[in-house]
């Protein structure tokens, strides 16, 4: 759940001093469980602006 959070960061320059949390985000992203409820979530966004 941190995962999502943190990635609001992302191109914003805060991580760069903590590569220890970049390094945790990244880990976190290549999890199965992730990646699943990333596509889900992707998948109802899609559904609700009519791309599918």
Known sequence: ???TV???L???GLLAPYPTLTAY???GEA???YKR???AQRAVFER???GG
Do not use: D, H, T
């Open 10 to 12: 992302e191109g914003s």
């Open 31 to 33: 999890r199965p469980a």
């Open 6 to 8: 943190l990635r609001q």
């Open 48 to 50: 609700s602006q009519g």
């Open 37 to 39: 409820a990333f596509e």
């Open 25 to 27: 985000i990244a880990r």
């Open 1 to 3: 759940m941190m995962v």
